[in-house]
Nanobody, 125 residues
Framework: QVQLVESGGGLVQAGGSLRLSCAAS????????MAWYRQAPGKQRDLVAR???????NYADFVKGRFTISRESDKNTVYLQMNSLKPEDTAVYYC???????????????????WGQGTQVTVSS
């Protein structure tokens, strides 16, 4: 089973920074996309940033110039550095990943699409 474990959320003042982390379980061996989404109460879940296996990066317009997505060299951990935070950034942030994993060394690869548990980011005025 694939797991995506998130950390790094919290409460900050407007203009502050946070760094979110998302680590995929060890049985993941090939990732297609890792991404960050966010969802405020009563709102839809919106894409914040995504990074592909080839390193292509896309950002939502509302975070360009403020947020940076990056991956560890092993490709199984993704980060979201959030600077110049605004109150409207307040939301639950979810890690997303898809790709291939194996349940054992003798099993064939299988496709997965998984979400992390979400981490709360609150930005006060």
């Amino acid at each position: 089973q694939v797991q995506l474990v998130e950390s790094g959320g919290g409460l900050v003042q407007a203009g502050g920074s946070l760094r979110l982390s998302c680590a995929a379980s060890a049985n993941v061996f090939s990732i297609n996309v890792m991404a960050w989404y966010r969802q405020a109460p009563g709102k839809q879940r919106d894409l914040v940033a995504r990074i592909t296996n080839s390193g292509t990066i896309n950002y939502a317009d509302f975070v360009k110039g403020r947020f940076t997505i990056s991956r560890e060299s092993d490709k199984n951990t993704v980060y979201l550095q959030m600077n110049s935070l605004k109150p409207e950034d307040t939301a639950v942030y979810y890690c997303y990943a898809d790709g291939f994993y194996r349940e054992s060394y003798v099993a064939g690869p299988r496709w997965f699409e998984y979400w992390g548990q979400g981490t709360q980011v609150t930005v006060s005025s």
